[in-house]
Structure formats: C-alpha cells, structure tokens
C-alpha cells in the first residue's frame, strides 16, 4: 500500500493544530486521536447525526467526511459548547427535560439543535421535526427532545432580552 | 432511633434528573467504543456466505501476505485456546468461531487482527472460504417437520435453575415445547356457542443499538480483562471461566456506560471471541461490529401464533395456544423467551380451560434472543387482535368483552399463579377514560378514514434470579452503591441511587454508583426482561437497611443516647479520632419460585410479580395508499410506585415508539438467509417524524407490596399494546384485519382492496 | 477502505484533465456524500479521487437569469440553492422538496452537481428540476455540451455522462406562468428513501392546461416522463376529471419496478394517487409571477 498520508493544519475547537492524516481517513476517526468521543460513528451512512460535528461552522456528518478535506478548515465539536465549565443552555435544556437514555445519539442532537436555533432562534414544532429528521434515537426519546429544543429556544431568547 | 442528619423529602417518587446527565449531553460519558489501550489490535469478522454448509476449506493466505496484518485465526486456532468453544446461556450450541459447519449466513468463519483497523477491513475482503451446501430450513413452521436439521445434537447448558429441565435431543430443530394444561380445553370447546380460531405472525427485527456491539479483552498474567458493552456482566465472566477453565476471580468484566441494549447485548455476544483472540495473541484485541454486522449477530424472534378460543355467554370458557418461535441458528436465550411468554399466552383474561403449547424452533436464520418484552410483544399482538376480533363477531364493544373476561386481583392465571399486585382493570379503565371510549368518534372523511383501538398485556418477570448490592458508607460519610446492574439508559443507576438515598435519609445526588467492574462490583444475574428495579432494588434496599444498621449500632456502642442528631461523618470521628474506616452493607435477594409442573406446565408461583402495560391509539387511515397515521396514542402501565416518574415516562413512550417501528415498517428481509437489508439505509428506524400527532403516557395508582418501595419493573410494559391497538384501529377505521407484522402502506391497502373484490 | 490519491485542481479544466482516463477508479469529489457510502461498504475503492473543492467559486454560484430562469453552479450545496431567494422566488418548488430532502447534514455539503450526476433514481432533485424543464451544462474533454435532466439517467445509477465529464452548471428556463409542485411518498420510516417521487409543472393559459411535465422517480428504474399523461392534460381544463385521466394515463405507461419500499404494482396504484395529488398541489400553489 502506498503511502498516502500527508500532513494537515486545522483548527480544532478553537485551537490550531496538525496531524497525519492517511487518505481514506474519516474525520470521526482523526477526532478519536485527539481524544475527542463526542462524535461517534454508529450506522455510518450519515443517517443517525451520532458523527455531527460542524466544519467551517456548517454541521456535517464526520463519519462522510474525509479528514484530508479539513485541512485549513475549522472543525467544532460536542467538546467546544461546555469548554468554559457551564453548560451550553441547549444541553441544559436536555437534562432539564430528560431528552436522553442512553445518551449515544445526544451530542448530535444537542449540536444539531444549537444549528437549529443558530438559523431559526423561535421554531415550531413542524420546524424542530424537520430539522432533526436526519438524527436518530433508538431509545426513541423525541418527545423529550422537541420539549428540549423549546424550552432551549424560549430560555435564549429570554437571556437575549436581557 | 436517627443518627442522620434530618432526612431530605422523598428521594423515592422524585424526578431526579439522571445522574450521569451531565456526561452525556457533553459527549464525555465513557463507552467501550471509546476504549483504546496501548498494543491493541483490532478485529474483523469474515462471515459465512450460506445459511447452512459444511466447511471444505478455508483459505487465509492472501489476507495474511497484507502488510500490517499481525495475524487470520480461524475456528481451528480457537480450540488451542478452548478445546471446546461452544458457548450459550440455554445450551452450549454457539461456537466461537464456527466448526466443521455454518448455520447461518453472517456466521463469524475467521477473524484478521491488525493494528490498523483500515488494514483488517481491507485484509478480511481476501479471505475465502469453500462449502458444502447443505438444505436450509428458514420457516419456523417448516423447522418443526424439516428434513434439514441446523443442530445433530442438543447441548443443554445447565446454567440456569429455570432452565434446568432442557434435555439434550438428536435430529430435530425443537430446542424447547413448554406445555401448559389447566382444566379441559375439548370439553369446552365441544360446549361453546362459539369457537374462533386465528393466525397471526410477526416478523424478524433487529435492536439496532447505536452503539453497535463492542468487546475488547487484555490479557494478564493467569488472568483476562474484558470491558464490554454488556447487559450482563456476571454472566459473561462466568461462561468465559466456564470455557478457560479457570476460577471466576481469573476473569474480570468491566461494563461503563452503553449506548442503548434492548436485549442485544445480553449473554454472551463478542466476549468469547475477543477472549480466546486476547489469549491467543498475548495482547488486547478490540472487535466493534458496524450497524450491519449487528443483524447476523442477535435478533427478535419471528413467530406464528395459532389460538383457538371458545365462547359461552359472552365469556371466554377455552383457549387453546400453539405458538412457533423462530430462533435462528443458536437458541441464545431463546428457550427462556419461549417458556416465560408460554406462561401468559393466552392473556390477561380469566379462562378456566387453557392448552398451550409454545415451541423454540432451530432455522438457518441470524439468532433471535430477547428484545424488549421476551416475546410478550409478539404474543400480546395475537390474543389482542384475537380478542377484538372475537368482541366484533359477537357484536360486544370490544372494551365490554375484555372487561367481562378480565383477569382480576386474586384469581389465577393460567398457570395457577394467583394474580396479585396485578393492576389490569386500572389500566384498561385508564386508557378507556383518556380515550373518552363511550363518546362518538369523529371517524373521518372521503378517502381519509378514522379508527381507534386498545390492546392490553402482561408479562411474568423473569424468576428465580439472584441480585446482590453493596453500599460503602465513607468517613466523611459520602457513599458508594455498587452493582452490577447495567444502566443502559433506562436509568437504574438514579434509580437504584435515590432507593439508597431514600434508605440511609440522603440525597441521591449525593450517592455515587460504581458501574459494573466483577472485580469491585457483586453478582448480578443480568439487566434484563425489566427486573432490576425489583430485583436489584430489592437487593440495594437491604444493603442500604444493612449499613444504616450497623450505623445505628456503631452509634449504640459509642454511648449516644437516641434521637441524637449524628451523622455517619461524626461517628465516624468519634470512633476513629479522624476521618478514616467504612460501614459496608451487603443485600443479597432472589425471589421464591416453583418450576413448572413438567406434565401440566403449572406452577402456583410462577413469578414474584407482574407487569401491566396496555395502549390506545386513534388512527387515519388513507384508503387510496394504505397509509396508517397515528393521530393520538396512549399508554398506560402498572409499575407499582414509580421511583422516578420522569424517567419511568420516558421509558413508556420510548418503549411504545420502538414498538411503533416494529409494528408498522421494521423488517429484516432476506433472500436465500441472507439478509438484504441489514443498514439503516434499508433497515428504517422510527425517527422523529414518525412520532404520533399526540402521545400521551400513564402510571396508574397501584403498588407492589413486595418491591422496593412499592416499585416493580416498566422498561418493556409500554411495548406490549402497541401492535394489536394499531391493527384494532385499522379494522375499526376501514373494516380489513391484518394478521401479519409489519403493517405496512401496502399490506393495508391490498386489505382494503380484497375487501373490495 | 484502502488508500487512495486524493489531489486538489484549482480549476474545472485543470479537473477535467486529471479525470480524462478510462480508469473507472478514478473519479470526481464534490460533496462526497454518496461516494463515502459506497467507499465505506466497499463497493468502490477509488485509485484517485478529484477533490472539487478548490475549483473557481464561480462554479457555486446561484444567480436568476434576465429572461426569469435560474443557473445554478453545479458546485452549489443543496443548502445554497434552498436559502437563495432568487430560487425561491423563480422556483419556490425547489426549496419546498428541500425541506425533506435527505437531511440538514446532507444538504449543507451534497452539490447540485454531484446530485445529479450520481444517477441514484431515489432522489428529489431529479424529477423536480426535470420538470422545471431544467439542463445541465456538461463539459468534457471534448468540450461542452447541453442534457436536458430528462435524459440525463440512462438506467438504475446510470447516466449519459462519458467518463471524465462533469456536470458544470444547471440551467432552469423562464418559470414565468408555470404552476409545479413535488410530492413524494415513503412506505417505511417517514425518513425513508422515497418509494415513489412524482414531480408536476403545467402551463396554464386561459384556464386550460396548455403545456404540462409530468415526471416519476423512486418507483421506476430511472427518471421517467410521463408522455401519455401530459397528452391526457393537453387543453383540458385542470380539476378532477382531467387529472385522473392523466393519472390513470400514467399508471398505465410507467414502468414500476419492485423493492423493499413496496412492489411495482402497489407503487403504480400509489403513482395514480399521487399524480392526481401533485396536478391539483400544483394549482394550488398557483403560477410563478
């Protein structure tokens, strides 16, 4: 086998940093050598978000994207939103409202919601369906997430009054 | 006398958010996924191509020449390790990696360890393997009469006391008939105004955990570690000293958190492997499946039902119960699943005349084991679309024709166990109240038709199993629980907590709960079938009783008078003139049960207690496509005293909405036993649009005087009306009945148009 | 997943020449969404991959042409193309199927071009820009040459595009006058790949049905155009009577084929529903001002 690894500079939550990265690398796996488990792979078709994480601000499936294509680019992920020590209000809202078992898929909907509320900062529950179609939970906690989701949208709103 | 400080209010009944919340919404809970240990070596399976063959050869050396491959093992190379590497909870039928036969397409044939798992991927594409087909048999039905036979010989494992009575048979695919005869079910059918019979099948599905499956073993000197993602870590660290021959304390199982089981993760599913690789190899070996690998791994049964039942005056005086269930290649616990839903097959209804006859059946298939509901699902989907049907043909509103038949508090079920703690009626007047069942119903317009159903069920726990739990008060009086009880996010680990809290007088939040580690944590015999919360806190009840005792006496021997108000810290120093030394209490529990009559199948004491669940769904009906949309469901259970009624209700919908997908779309489908859909791209899940307009859950007022804190278990209630209540509404709203899972679109709509002509 | 050559054109010519071979092992990147599926279950294993990320930004471009069209870069994500207003306002049927198209993730990296050119005939852009009556601007080795999307898939993941060629712009004519609508239908998980996608767009002129595009995807091997069924609507006035003519026109020359999601002749009962339901979702939705 060739080799066909090549040197990478990227941002990584906030922070520059480099690493050897082979071709048919994924980013879900270059995030694991940076001891980042946040994202995680689970059906590997960019069907279940379990992978989400955001490149250049946009959210992505890690688990499609080749790490050799985040060369100069910024990558963020679960770790970045409790980074200071307080929780973001989205993950708090999910505590708050019980919007988990076992806790696999949530860092996916947790980013996934931040990107909602980012775009659409008061939707309905039409929208917050849309929006998290493509994230699965197999533990089917949905209502609990559609309740967290408002009750993220409604507390950021408030603080933004303020 | 109270040596504590003033106890806080209620930790049991109080919605304590999950006390591992916080790891889990910054992605910082630890998974075995997660796991890297220094010179491990990662695995990939090669599986068997054919659902039933001879092995002629396999072929190795292209893989092997791959560079970065540290080494191919086969079936062969295992038996250096385990002379005999059969394994499995009911019998010994499961090789490590398959010998001299393949039984289901998907079988593990080899393994390729490597450092690099793009290598083993790569390398595992290369290795080939020859067969010598032999006739598969797939059919559940078929397996009873089938010239193919998946197993020559029988192997009983003896492990378990409820299982006890298998026997060891040649040339047949039956691995268990449990038979149940109570009363003379011929002469009342030969009396009856009416006698209905039916058959209804389910098919095979998957759990699809999103933490696909994952082991990974390290050797040590005279002694192994594994941490798996494991519902059963007792279990698995005695069946791996079972095959190395070597004492439990040599073998050590560390479980941390899971993403998601559901009965998938039970028994013994990767740890044998990895075990044998570990010791083979003399380094860590990891195996993580991919979602596909999952399904040739473990699956819910298929099943065909055939009931019979007799009427007289409006009350169901027969029932007569034969029920196939097809378990794949490996019986895996198969014969538990058969035997404790053969107990309440015929229902929740008060019949004096019950056959039932219940059969685990061998087929060329994936294994199917517990998902869930241990078959109640599959048998509820029967008798509650049976019971509807028969409520139509007489003409009885199908709520009156249960009420009238119900099984109610102090008679007996079927097998001669009294029914006791048992909340049916409440649970079948709580949906009917919510569903306002009396009032008109809105049934719809043109193509859009409306229809509405109910369906109960109940469950047996699964008895006698044996939990025991450890509490550790500390010198500063903070405390540890530790079990080995695998909180896979139904939140046992809060639960278990809040029953320690609530026991020694302080705050759940302040307990922490040391995850299963065999090394540190006791015997447990598994997470399964909803018995912790009964079992298990039962056990955490009496080790936290235990150490507030032995509190109580260290306050005693130090001369307090009572009513004083110390706490544990203070005793402590008092004792031991600093903050030093620990009260360590131990509760040990298994319930009293009585096997079944092996003639009649009759027990008076067949479970310690009983799980109600029950749901009503109002439908739409879209008469030009078939397609099914539910407008409103409900869900009710009886779960005794909730310890925690936020998650308890988290449990009910997540429950019902699995059941939901295996209602109406979730489907393993094949071609020649190989499965043709095994991803999500072709397996679909229910997602967030497939959430009901309206889902409403309820605990109805009740108690098991016998849990712990009048708790009893729920994880699987909530699965066990969705499926009939759906086909109730669809005949209710367009007057076709389906008697085969999964309700699709089209299954509804070639109904509709065979009732059309 | 093997390794691979993973280069970086910084042009569309300089693209075009390292994909001028015959080896099928190589092959161009955008989005990279499908190709990453086939790549992780092994179906493909690329020799060389031709990242299109570093092309001319013009290639991304989204712009409403003079005459009341559209040009779309076929490097657009899906995402561009559903928050342009311009496409809103020309062909707000775009951004409406976008809501349900794959998911949020998919459609923030996928490109229109990739799209397209991929030939999966479950997708949702396929019939609908079709029926728009949209082209794609293809160039090659051999230069630059115009598709109609219609005749873009020649079968099941199959298209006309020669090795090496790419798709490089996709151009929507003037929708001034023309009503659409897209409807599809999963018969498993809501999120379910489509068991039948059906794509309308009519012209109405004094209130008959002057021109019509009727398209079917998902249930048929390919992209497909209903021919007899926009024969069936031609001067008819739109409502009931004609749209079940044209939906029955359509059940009877669609060629459906059977899958997981259902078999050929449920899908043709479903294709009757829902064309009548798109021709009358399209009225509705009213003509592009």
């Avoid at chain 2, 869930?372 to 139509?392: C, K, M, N």
């Avoid at chain 3, 657009?76 to 998911?103: F, G, H, W, Y």
Wanted: charged share 20%.
């Amino acid at each position: 086998m060739d080799d066909t690894s090549r040197q990478i500079r990227f941002t990584l939550n906030g922070r520059p940093v480099t690493a050897r990265v082979e071709s048919h690398l994924d980013l879900v796996d270059l995030l694991r050598r940076f001891d980042l488990f946040g994202a995680r792979e689970s059906c590997g078709q960019g069907l279940c978000g379990c992978c989400t994480v955001l490149v250049d601000g946009v959210a992505v499936s890690g688990c499609l994207t080749l790490a050799q294509l985040v060369d100069g680019r910024s990558v963020t992920t679960v770790e970045s939103l409790d980074e200071g020590g307080a929780l973001s209000p989205v993950q708090q809202a999910f505590i708050d409202e019980g919007a988990f078992q076992c806790g696999f898929c949530t860092p996916g909907f947790v980013m996934m919601t931040h990107e909602l509320l980012k775009e659409n900062p008061d939707p309905d529950e039409a929208a917050i369906r849309d929006y998290l179609a493509g994230n699965l939970c197999r533990c089917a906690a949905y209502p609990e997430i559609i309740r967290a989701v408002q009750t993220a949208a409604t507390r950021m709103k408030t603080a933004q009054a303020a | 006398m109270n040596v504590m400080r003033p106890m806080p209010a209620g930790q049991v009944g109080r919605s304590v958010p999950r006390l591992e919340a916080r790891e889990k919404v910054t992605g910082r809970a630890d998974y075995v996924h997660n796991l890297v240990v220094p010179g491990m070596l990662y695995t990939k399976v090669f599986r068997s191509t054919v659902p039933h063959g001879r092995i002629v050869s396999i072929d190795t050396s292209a893989a092997e020449a791959v560079e970065g491959v540290y080494r191919v093992v086969t079936g062969e190379d295992i038996r250096k390790v385990v002379p005999e590497p059969y394994y499995g909870p009911a019998f010994h039928d499961q090789p490590v990696l398959a010998l001299d036969k393949v039984r289901h397409v998907g079988e593990p044939v080899a393994v390729v360890l490597a450092e690099d798992p793009y290598v083993a991927a790569e390398a595992v594409q290369l290795i080939t393997a020859e067969y010598e087909e032999l006739e598969p048999v797939f059919d559940e039905v078929e397996a009873v009469t089938s010239r193919a036979v998946v197993h020559e010989v029988l192997k009983p494992a003896g492990t378990f006391p409820d299982l006890k009575h298998l026997v060891g048979r040649r040339d047949t695919n039956v691995a268990l008939d449990y038979q149940l005869r109570r009363g003379d079910v011929d002469a009342a059918f030969a009396a009856a105004d009416r006698v209905f019979e039916h058959e209804f099948r389910t098919q095979q599905t998957m759990h699809t955990p999103l933490e696909p499956m994952v082991s990974l073993a390290i050797p040590g000197h005279e002694s192994l570690t594994i941490h798996t993602a494991s519902q059963s870590p007792s279990f698995v660290r005695i069946e791996i000293a079972r095959l190395l021959g070597w004492p439990e304390n040599r073998v050590r199982v560390v479980v941390p958190h899971l993403g998601g089981g559901f009965g998938a993760k039970l028994y013994i599913k990767l740890e044998a492997l990895v075990a044998c690789l570990a010791l083979l190899v003399r380094r860590p070996v990891k195996l993580s499946l991919t979602m596909e690998e999952q399904f040739y791994t473990i699956s819910k049964h298929a099943s065909t039902f055939r009931i019979r039942s007799s009427v007289k005056d409006g009350k169901i005086t027969g029932r007569r119960c034969e029920v196939f269930w097809n378990g794949g290649a490996y019986a895996d616990i198969g014969p538990r699943v058969t035997q404790k839903s053969g107990f309440t097959a015929p229902g929740p209804y008060d019949i004096d005349n019950v056959s039932i006859d219940s059969y685990a059946l061998y087929t060329n298939r994936p294994p199917a084991g517990a998902l869930r509901g241990f078959g109640i699902p599959q048998l509820v989907w029967a008798y509650e679309s049976h019971t509807d049907l028969i409520a139509r043909e007489l003409e009885i509103d199908p709520v009156e024709f249960r009420r009238n038949n119900i099984l109610r508090e102090g008679r007996e079920q079927a097998t001669g166990t009294a029914m006791k703690d048992a909340a049916i009626e409440a649970v079948l007047e709580d949906i009917v109240a919510r569903m306002d069942w009396s009032k008109p119903f809105d049934r719809g317009t043109g193509p859009l038709r409306r229809g509405r159903g109910i369906a109960i069920g109940f469950k047996a726990s699964i008895s006698p199993t044996t939990s025991v739990a450890i509490v550790n008060v500390y010198g500063d009086g903070s405390s540890s629980l530790y079990l080995s009880t695998v909180d896979m996010g139904q939140g046992s680990d809060t639960a278990m907590a809040q029953i320690v809290g609530e026991t020694l007088g302080i705050e759940t939040e302040n307990v922490k709960v040391i995850h299963p580690d065999t090394d540190v944590t006791p015997y447990d015999m598994a997470t399964l079938g909803s018995r912790s919360t009964f079992h298990m806190g039962n056990a955490v009840k009496l080790a936290a009783q235990h150490a507030r005792d032995q509190l109580d006496a260290l306050a005693r021997s130090l001369g307090l008078p009572p009513g004083t108000n110390y706490g544990p810290k203070d005793l402590f120093k008092k004792k031991y003139g600093m903050q030093a030394g620990n009260i360590v209490g131990v509760g040990s529990y298994i319930p009293d049960y009585k096997s079944p009559d092996p003639a009649t199948g009759l027990s008076d004491n067949v479970t310690p207690f009983w799980m109600i669940g029950g749901t009503g769904v109002e439908i739409e009906v879209d008469t030009e496509t078939g397609h099914v949309r539910i407008l409103r469901m409900v869900n009710a259970v009886d779960c005794g005293r909730p310890l925690n009624p936020k998650i308890v209700e988290t449990q009910l919908s997540g429950a019902a909405l699995m059941q939901l997908g295996f209602t109406l779309f979730e489907n393993m489908e094949y071609d020649n036993g190989q499965v043709t859909n095994a991803s999500f791209a072709d397996y679909k899940i229910p997602g967030i649009h497939d959430l009901p307009a309206r889902i409403e859950n309820d605990i109805v007022e009740a108690e098991q005087k016998s849990g712990p804190y009048g708790a009893k278990g729920v994880g699987e209630s909530a699965t066990f009306g969705v499926s009939p209540a759906i086909a109730n509404a669809i005949h209710d709203a367009v007057g076709v009945r389906l008697t085969e899972m999964p309700l699709t679109p089209e299954a509804v709509f070639r109904a509709i148009r065979a009732q059309k002509g | 997943m093997r390794g691979f050559e993973l280069v970086h054109p910084a042009s569309l010519g300089e693209a075009i020449k390292l994909l001028d071979t015959d080896d099928p092992t190589v092959r161009p990147f955008s989005g990279g969404t499908a190709l990453m599926l086939m790549m992780k279950a092994g179906v493909f294993q690329p020799s060389r991959l031709v990242d299109l990320g570093g092309i001319e930004p013009e290639h991304a471009a989204v712009e409403a042409t003079g005459d009341g069209g559209l040009k779309l870069g076929a490097m657009a994500t899906l995402a561009q193309v559903e928050r342009s207003a311009d496409v809103m306002r020309v062909a707000p049927v775009i951004p409406r199927a976008m809501k349900r198209l794959a998911n949020v993730r998919v459609r923030n990296v996928a490109r229109i071009g990739g799209n397209l050119a991929h030939g999966d005939p479950h997708m949702d852009l396929p019939p609908v820009l079709s029926s728009l009556g949209g082209e794609v601007a293809v160039t090659g080795p051999a230069g630059e040459r115009r598709i109609a999307i219609e005749s873009l898939f020649s079968g099941y993941y199959e298209t006309v595009l020669s090795q090496g060629e790419l798709i490089r712009q996709v151009i929507l004519p003037p929708q001034r006058g023309w009503a659409s609508a897209y409807m599809k239908c999963t018969t498993r998980s809501a999120d379910d790949w489509p068991a039948l996608g059906v794509a309308v767009s009519l012209k109405l002129t004094d209130g008959a049905v002057q021109d019509s595009r009727i398209m079917v995807s998902a249930a048929t091997e390919k992209l497909t155009r209903l021919a007899a069924a926009e024969a069936a609507l031609e001067g008819a006035q739109p409502g009931e009577a004609a749209f079940a003519r044209a939906a029955d026109a359509a059940a009877t020359e669609a060629e459906t084929i059977d899958d997981a999601r259902g078999s050929a002749e449920y899908k043709t009962e479903l294709l009757r529903v829902y064309v009548k339901r798109a021709l009358a979702e399209a009225v509705r939705n009213g003509a592009v001002q």
